[in-house]
């Protein structure tokens, strides 16, 4: 059991850092409808959520090898937060144009 919990939080970590790549890397190139490169709004939040992403996913990744058991709850709970903050604010951005 303790694998598999291993693995998860391993695949959660690789996602969350991929995510956030993604979005740093795109902070100034158009993304399906978004354009950040000419709204320097949406362009400073890619940036600082991207970050942001990055860290708590390799702070994810670490997490899986510990066994301090808040540690990673806490984690799990920044990772959620932070990729559902994305997704609202995205939500936001396509709505307001």
Not at 13 to 27: A, D, E, N, P
Not at 60 to 73: E, G, V
Not at 74 to 89: E, G, H, M, N, T
Request: charged share 10%.
């Amino acid at each position: 059991m303790q694998n598999i919990a291993t693995a998860l939080f391993i695949g959660l970590g690789l996602i969350v850092v991929f995510l956030g790549w993604y979005v740093f890397s795109h902070r100034n190139k158009p993304v399906i409808i978004f354009h950040p490169e000419k709204d320097q709004s949406l362009s400073k939040i890619m940036l600082v959520l991207g970050i942001v992403l990055i860290i708590c996913g390799s702070l994810s990744i670490i997490s899986a090898f510990t066994t301090l058991m808040i540690f990673k709850i806490i984690l799990l709970i920044c990772d959620a937060v932070f990729v559902s903050s994305l997704s609202f604010l995205m939500l936001a951005y396509s709505i307001g144009n």
